[in-house]
């Protein structure tokens, strides 16, 4: 299987990338990066360079693409949540996601799934518990991940299927928890 996959040099995607690599798909990784994508995780990956997600890329050059796992977006907890941090948060999400669906439109590509991240942050910062039916919630990281998984739902005629996948924060070494 050939994999298209964005954020596969983050915390998770790293993670992600290693598991795809053993058992023997050939993966397609969009970085900023390429560099640090090979160092990383060495030949076994196709780097291909996205400086900027309002790039349409044609993803035609790279063959059939079966699935697509999108897990991009600027760490929220890098840095202050500044009026310009959090647009970068929204973009690298919503914007970013949207490009690719437009690159693959471009390349009239449509792949099996699309698996999309969001967050748990869609149902707004409270201590109730939440299920698939709760509802959004209403504060800024809701708006993202409502934002995010928009983009993802408008377009399931793209791809046969889509899974969104709703986080919570992801603890393990050298990620959340070095910070704590």
Do not use: P
Not at 28 to 56: C, D, H, M, P, Q
Not at 79 to 108: F, G, H, M, P
Not at 148 to 173: A, C, S
């Amino acid at each position: 299987m050939r994999v298209l996959i964005t954020g596969g040099t983050g915390f998770v995607g790293s993670f992600i990338v290693k598991k795809l690599i053993e058992k023997n798909h050939e993966v397609l990784l969009l970085t900023r990066n390429t560099e640090n994508a090979i160092k990383k995780f060495g030949e076994s990956v196709t780097a291909i360079e996205w400086k900027n997600y309002y790039e349409v890329l044609d993803l035609s050059l790279y063959g059939k693409i079966d699935s697509v796992i999108n897990l991009m977006g600027e760490n929220i907890g890098n840095k202050r949540w500044s009026n310009e941090q959090k647009k970068e948060i929204y973009n690298s999400r919503v914007d970013a996601t949207d490009t690719i669906i437009k690159s693959l439109k471009k390349s009239n590509i449509r792949v099996e799934s699309f698996i999309s991240t969001s967050a748990s942050g869609y149902y707004g910062s409270n201590n109730k518990t939440h299920d698939e039916s709760s509802s959004a919630g209403d504060d800024y990281l809701s708006k993202v991940c409502q934002g995010w998984e928009e983009v993802v739902t408008v377009n399931k005629d793209e791809y046969e299927r889509f899974t969104i996948l709703r986080v919570g924060m992801v603890l393990g070494k050298g990620g959340a928890m070095d910070k704590m």
